[in-house]
């Protein structure tokens, strides 16, 4: 089991509000964007993954049209427009990190993704993208055969 202090999940933790801030409503009256230096020292995260941190951020923004087509193939009854934020962005973190990048294997990155559904959101939120990851992993086990 991993422990909270974990560098590499802060470094996910930190990724998903840095992307999620982000991608919120940018143009309401006293937007204020952070970088992961200040969400850390609000979330008194002393030490985390920087170099994971960055890697997700920049990848996740550079591939998100790729990740995004998957996202509808695989949840197609779930419009990205209709999604709350928090899934989406757990999702594209995960989908990244696993699939695209397989910077990790993607059982942890889906097991990482359930993890922060459940911290930034609940049952339901980690229920869902267990099973939208859950069915990419599927799908690419059978390619993979």
Same mark, same amino acid.
């Given at each position: ?9 802060? #470094? ?10 982000? %991608? ?10 952070? %970088? ?17 941190? =960055? ?19 695989? #949840? ?32 942890? #990155?889906?097991?990482?993704?359930? =993890? ?6 609940? %049952? ?22």
């Amino acid at each position: 089991m991993k422990k909270v202090t974990d560098p590499r999940h802060l #470094a996910r933790e930190l990724a998903l509000q840095y992307l999620f801030s982000n %991608d919120f409503d940018k143009n309401r009256e006293g937007y204020l964007e952070f %970088d992961a230096s200040e969400i850390s020292i609000l979330d008194e995260i002393e030490e985390y993954s920087s170099e994971l941190y =960055e890697k997700l951020v920049s990848g996740v923004r550079e591939q998100q049209e790729v990740i995004d087509k998957m996202i509808i193939q695989y #949840a197609p009854q779930w419009p990205i427009t209709q999604m709350k934020l928090v899934d989406l962005q757990i999702l594209r973190i995960a989908i990244y990190e696993g699939f695209l990048e397989k910077m990790t294997p993607p059982k942890v #990155a889906i097991d990482e993704a359930i =993890e922060l559904a459940k911290e930034f959101g609940g %049952d339901s939120n980690s229920k869902f993208v267990n099973g939208v990851l859950g069915a990419i992993y599927e799908k690419q086990e059978k390619e993979d055969e």
